[in-house]
């Protein structure tokens, strides 16, 4: 789910306040009208209590319907720097408020203002507590650096749900000098026994870091003299030889954004005059190739000049030669067949040997899937507009019942994502199952091999795969930033599927707009899943997909639409019995949704509702269940129009709160209005460039034009799709 930021309304007082500076320290010791004057702002559900992690007092917090209530305070900042704050806090029955979408229990955020304390898009929100807890420390570990529009830190302290918690002793300050994670090895002043030492640390949080490692025989880290690497685990050997002497390293933490933290204080090792040279990596780098014979090419990391290799490809062995630089090629000594095919390489240097297993393919593919310029997928070259969904409502790995009624040409199962990973085989059977119900697949990858960086296991499944013609693309992960998946790993995924199989496209799903700059290079496709129900705006959507097509550069994007209550994410069942059936998002809005995406830009429509777990979607919220299937059966029937080649024409301007999508197909053309609005709104289209008299309602009766101009009223999220004869 989205973390949608907070915009609070800023104080409006007579009071003259003394802005606060850092270091900032708060106690909440003062009385209210003190606090007030400090420039704290505080609610009336908002009150000073003798129940205090130290001292005499502590801010109590009680929530009991409603939206969310915080503690507030701005905080004078600098931009490029960093800051962090900490709370000590209790609660008791913090828990999810079913009325509206924000839910992270008792909380601590840093958000951002600008130097007029007005709301800046951006800041620190991690979850907070739920239940009931004894005192313990919260924090902000850092902030992002601060962009020059930011002056202040916005500070609040309160609860997203319903409930009672308590503040005391709150620290917010700017991160200077700071120790970083802790360090497992080389221990300070360590000496080493190899030139290429293995450099280790503690996991910090938010965990799943990146970490930026320097190493320098100075501690001043010039340019000149420094070693650099990134590192997505906790672990990191440099790639080249460290000659003998003192070394010092520190590390950089950079987040799912792209944004780093000042540098940790720096550590202090020796490499040994006697350091052996060892160890090597050999690092397959072959790709996809459909030769009967193929090259293929390894490096040797770092580069060794008296290093002997061996290999087989196939179980017969192969010609190989090593060349300057470390690389390594391969050739096998027969034709290969089509398929998959094991390689097995061994790098010997004295005493000492390395082994790398791998595959290498030359699979035929099941399907080719390529793109149009305009974004349009292309199956073996006919065009292709996916409309999907995440599974049958059934949750049955084999039942398309539900898929069928609605239309929809695309699914996947989280089935073949488990711990407990299915076989090649079941997912050969699902995928020839798909396929024979008119149905292609975005297939999943294990989730520990995703975590694990086992990139083998997911050559192999990929290679395996990759003949079947149910195949439709890869889907990498789920909202990687949010599980703490980095950028690189990511990376290395992407590139492990594509080397194998460069036939289907790789996906990834981002639910954090700021992570949309960071990602995009990770996967062939990135689909946001912009949810704004129920408590944003529907143009949540169209904004999403504009933000996503920035930052690919206009490549191909499918979006992932809300088909779930966000009121039932929790406790649904409960949920259901106290307020009714799920009944988000209406007949209306999923139709303007749909409609918008197109606009906006759309190349791809899937729907995503929640598992049976939750709540039933067919049987439990049928009224969204209706709609849905009304929908996609009317974009089924707009096909033709869905895979058209656009047209200068297509574009046709309109006011807010409007928007248009048009197409050309078999001599009609097709234009859909859509009002974005949560209320009535009344158009006023110029069509005269087309030069009709009249237009019809699709599938109703013609509307005479009034000076080329439609004019008509619309109800609140109301589409209408016009058509009328357009010759070539």
């Given at each position: 789910?989205?973390?949608?930021?907070?915009?609070?309304?800023?104080?409006?007082?007579?009071?003259?306040?003394?802005?606060?500076?850092?270091?900032?320290a708060?106690?909440?010791?003062?009385?209210?009208?003190?606090?007030?004057?400090?420039?704290?702002r505080?609610?009336?559900?908002?009150?000073?209590?003798?129940?205090?992690?130290?001292?005499?007092?502590?801010?109590?917090?009680?929530?009991?319907?409603?939206?969310p209530?915080?503690?507030?305070?701005?905080?004078?900042v600098?931009?490029?720097?960093?800051?962090?704050?900490?709370?000590?806090?209790?609660c008791?029955?913090?828990?999810?408020?079913?009325r509206?979408?924000?839910?992270?229990?008792?909380?601590i955020?840093?958000?951002?203002?600008?130097?007029?304390?007005?709301?800046?898009?951006?800041?620190?929100?991690?979850?907070?507590?739920?239940?009931?807890?004894?005192?313990?420390?919260?924090?902000?570990?850092?902030?992002?650096?601060?962009?020059?529009?930011?002056?202040?830190?916005?500070?609040?302290?309160?609860?997203?749900?319903?409930?009672?918690?308590?503040?005391?002793?709150?620290?917010?300050?700017?991160?200077?000098?700071?120790?970083?994670?802790?360090?497992?090895?080389?221990?300070?002043?360590?000496?080493?026994?190899?030139?290429?030492?293995q450099?280790?640390?503690?996991?910090?949080?938010?965990?799943?870091?990146?970490?930026?490692?320097?190493?320098?025989?100075?501690?001043?880290?010039?340019?000149n003299?420094?070693?650099?690497?990134?590192?997505?685990?906790?672990?990191?050997?440099p790639?080249?030889?460290?000659?003998?002497?003192?070394?010092?390293?520190r590390?950089?933490?950079?987040?799912?954004?792209?944004?780093?933290?000042?540098?940790?204080?720096?550590?202090?090792?020796?490499?040994?005059?006697d350091?052996?040279?060892?160890?090597?990596?050999?690092?397959?780098?072959?790709?996809?190739?459909?030769a009967?014979?193929?090259?293929?090419?390894?490096?040797?990391?770092?580069?060794?000049?008296?290093?002997?290799?061996?290999?087989?490809?196939?179980?017969?062995?192969?010609?190989?030669?090593?060349?300057?630089?470390?690389?390594?090629?391969?050739?096998?000594?027969?034709?290969?067949?089509?398929?998959?095919?094991?390689?097995?390489?061994?790098?010997?240097?004295?005493?000492r040997?390395?082994?790398?297993?791998?595959?290498?393919?030359?699979?035929?593919?099941?399907?080719?899937?390529?793109?149009?310029?305009?974004?349009?997928?292309?199956?073996?070259?006919?065009?292709?507009?996916?409309?999907?969904?995440?599974?049958?409502?059934?949750?049955?790995?084999?039942?398309?019942?539900?898929?069928?009624?609605?239309?929809?040409?695309?699914t996947?199962?989280?089935a073949?994502?488990?711990?407990?990973p299915?076989?090649?085989?079941?997912?050969?059977?699902?995928?020839?199952?798909?396929h024979?119900?008119?149905?292609?697949?975005?297939?999943?990858?294990?989730?520990?091999?995703?975590?694990g960086?086992?990139?083998?296991?997911?050559?192999?499944?990929t290679?395996?795969?990759?003949?079947?013609?149910?195949?439709l693309?890869?889907?990498?992960m789920d909202?990687?930033?949010?599980?703490?998946?980095?950028?690189?790993?990511?990376?290395?995924?992407?590139?492990?599927?594509?080397?194998?199989?460069?036939?289907?496209p790789?996906?990834?799903?981002?639910?954090?707009?700021?992570?949309?700059?960071?990602?995009?290079?990770?996967?062939?496709?990135?689909?946001?899943?912009?949810?704004?129900?129920?408590?944003?705006?529907?143009?949540?959507?169209e904004?999403?997909?504009?933000?996503?097509?920035?930052?690919?550069?206009?490549?191909?994007?499918?979006?992932?639409?809300?088909?779930?209550?966000?009121?039932?994410?929790?406790?649904?069942?409960?949920?259901?019995?106290?307020?009714?059936p799920?009944?988000?998002?209406?007949?209306?809005?999923?139709?303007?949704?749909?409609?918008?995406?197109?606009?906006?830009?759309?190349?791809?429509?899937?729907?995503?509702?929640?598992?049976?777990?939750?709540?039933?979607?067919?049987e439990?919220?049928?009224?969204?269940?209706?709609?849905?299937?009304?929908?996609?059966?009317?974009?089924?029937?707009?096909?033709?129009?869905?895979?058209?080649?656009?047209r200068?024409?297509?574009?046709?301007?309109?006011?807010?709160?409007?928007?248009?999508?048009?197409?050309?197909?078999?001599?009609?053309?097709?234009l859909?209005?859509?009002?974005?609005?949560?209320?009535?709104?009344?158009?006023?289209?110029?069509?005269?460039?087309?030069?009709?008299?009249?237009?019809?309602?699709?599938?109703?009766?013609?509307?005479?034009?009034?000076?080329?101009?439609?004019?008509?009223?619309?109800?609140?999220?109301?589409?209408?799709?016009?058509?009328?004869?357009?010759?070539?």
């Open positions: 789910m989205h973390r949608a930021s907070i915009a609070v309304a800023v104080l409006v007082t007579s009071i003259a306040i003394a802005e606060p500076q850092l270091p900032f708060e106690d909440f010791e003062r009385s209210r009208t003190e606090l007030e004057a400090r420039g704290w505080l609610a009336p559900n908002m009150t000073l209590t003798e129940d205090a992690f130290a001292g005499e007092r502590s801010l109590r917090v009680e929530v009991a319907e409603g939206d209530k915080y503690a507030e305070i701005f905080l004078p600098e931009a490029g720097k960093f800051y962090r704050g900490h709370v000590m806090m209790r008791e029955d913090v828990e999810r408020n079913p509206n979408s924000q839910h992270r229990g008792a909380v955020f840093l958000q951002w203002a600008d130097h007029d304390r007005g709301h800046v898009p951006g800041g620190s929100f991690p979850d907070g507590l739920f239940g009931s807890h004894d005192w313990q420390r919260r924090e902000v570990s850092w902030t992002r650096q601060i962009p020059a529009n930011v002056g202040y830190l916005h500070v609040l302290l309160g609860i997203e749900g319903l409930g009672t918690a308590w503040f005391d002793d709150l620290v917010v300050e700017q991160i200077t000098d700071w120790p970083g994670p802790e360090i497992i090895s080389p221990q300070e002043g360590e000496t080493v026994t190899t030139q290429r030492p450099l280790q640390w503690q996991e910090m949080e938010p965990r799943g870091l990146v970490q930026h490692v320097s190493l320098s025989p100075s501690p001043d880290f010039p340019p003299a420094t070693i650099t690497g990134i590192a997505s685990a906790t672990t990191w050997r790639g080249e030889w460290l000659e003998p002497g003192e070394w010092y390293w590390l950089q933490p950079q987040g799912s954004t792209g944004d780093l933290l000042p540098p940790a204080r720096a550590h202090r090792f020796v490499v040994a005059a350091a052996e040279r060892w160890p090597v990596d050999i690092v397959p780098t072959w790709q996809w190739t459909g009967l014979r193929p090259t293929l090419e390894a490096r040797i990391v770092p580069p060794r000049e008296d290093i002997a290799v061996s290999a087989t490809i196939a179980g017969q062995d192969a010609d190989v030669t090593l060349e300057r630089g470390g690389l390594v090629r391969l050739m096998p000594r027969n034709d290969l067949w089509a398929g998959l095919h094991e390689v097995h390489v061994e790098a010997v240097a004295g005493e040997t390395v082994m790398l297993d791998s595959v290498f393919s030359n699979e035929t593919p099941g399907s080719r899937v390529t793109f149009r310029e305009d974004g349009i997928a292309l199956i073996d070259g006919e065009p292709f507009f996916p409309l999907g969904a995440y599974r049958d409502p059934s949750d049955e790995l084999h039942v398309f019942s539900g898929l069928e009624e609605a239309g929809f040409n695309v996947h199962s989280y073949f994502e488990a711990r407990s299915q076989t090649v085989e079941s997912a050969e059977a699902y995928l020839r199952d798909c024979d119900h008119g149905l292609r697949v975005f297939l999943g990858l294990n989730r520990d091999w995703v975590y960086g086992d990139l083998e296991s997911i050559r192999r499944w290679g395996e795969l990759m003949d079947e013609p149910g195949l693309c890869w889907y990498l909202e990687p930033a949010a599980r703490g998946l980095t950028v690189r790993e990511m990376r290395a995924v992407h590139d492990a599927v594509a080397g194998t199989d460069p036939f289907h790789t996906v990834q799903v981002i639910c954090r707009p700021g992570a949309y700059d960071a990602y995009a290079p990770a996967a062939d496709l990135l689909w946001p899943d912009p949810y704004p129900l129920p408590s944003q705006p529907l143009t949540m959507v904004d999403r997909i504009r933000m996503v097509l920035d930052a690919t550069g206009d490549e191909p994007l499918w979006v992932v639409l809300q088909a779930h209550d966000g009121r039932y994410l929790h406790d649904a069942q409960e949920r259901i019995a106290e307020l009714g799920p009944d988000q998002p209406t007949y209306e809005q999923t139709r303007c949704m749909a409609f918008m995406s197109l606009a906006a830009g759309a190349d791809g429509l899937i729907w995503y509702w929640l598992p049976n777990s939750r709540y039933h979607i067919v439990d919220s049928p009224t969204v269940w209706a709609g849905l299937v009304a929908t996609v059966q009317e974009l089924r029937g707009l096909m033709p129009w869905l895979v058209a080649e656009p200068p024409r297509d574009s046709i301007e309109v006011a807010d709160p409007f928007r248009t999508w048009s197409r050309v197909a078999d001599g009609t053309r097709v859909a209005v859509v009002n974005v609005s949560p209320t009535p709104a009344r158009l006023d289209l110029d069509l005269s460039r087309f030069d009709v008299g009249e237009i019809a309602l699709r599938g109703g009766a013609a509307l005479e034009l009034e000076d080329g101009r439609l004019r008509c009223e619309f109800r609140a999220y109301e589409v209408r799709v016009y058509e009328w004869a357009e010759g070539e």
